[in-house]
């Protein structure tokens, strides 16, 4: 029901950037928030950040505030993460997610859950 397609990872120097885009498919995509999240070697899957399709509402988690923007083309159908002043604890792969994200009555929840992309890695060298 609905697909994602994560691009645009890679090797990146301290303090440089890149930008992530996730391709969506599927006649119920936009019945969802979308969602970046993260996972480092060892550690949990881990909330970025997340977009409504109407582009109201985002979010971030704190330790990428300032840095990232979430945004979304919705002719597209794509969702982007513009990461810049990248640091070596951003190293991880990054998943596109629909359905881990959510506003209800004007409260933010995310969890590791919904549909997801393959991921893409992203490697910050120091």
């Known amino acids: 029901q609905v697909q994602l397609v994560e691009s645009g990872g890679g090797l990146v120097q301290a303090g440089g950037s890149l930008r992530l885009s996730c391709a969506t498919s599927?006649?119920?995509?936009?019945?969802?928030?979308m969602a970046w999240f993260r996972q480092a070697p060892g550690k949990e899957r881990e909330f970025v950040a997340a977009?409504?399709?109407?582009?109201?509402?985002?979010k971030y988690a704190d330790s990428v505030k300032g840095r990232f923007t979430i945004s979304r083309d919705s002719v597209k159908n794509t969702v982007y993460l513009q990461m810049n002043s990248l640091e070596p604890e951003d190293t991880a792969v990054y998943y596109c997610n629909a359905g881990g994200a959510s506003w209800t009555n004007g409260e933010f929840k995310a969890s590791p859950r919904g549909y997801w992309g393959q991921g893409t890695q992203v490697t910050v060298s120091s």
């Open positions: 599927g006649r119920t995509v936009r019945s969802y928030a």
């Open positions: 977009i409504t399709w109407s582009g109201y509402s985002t």
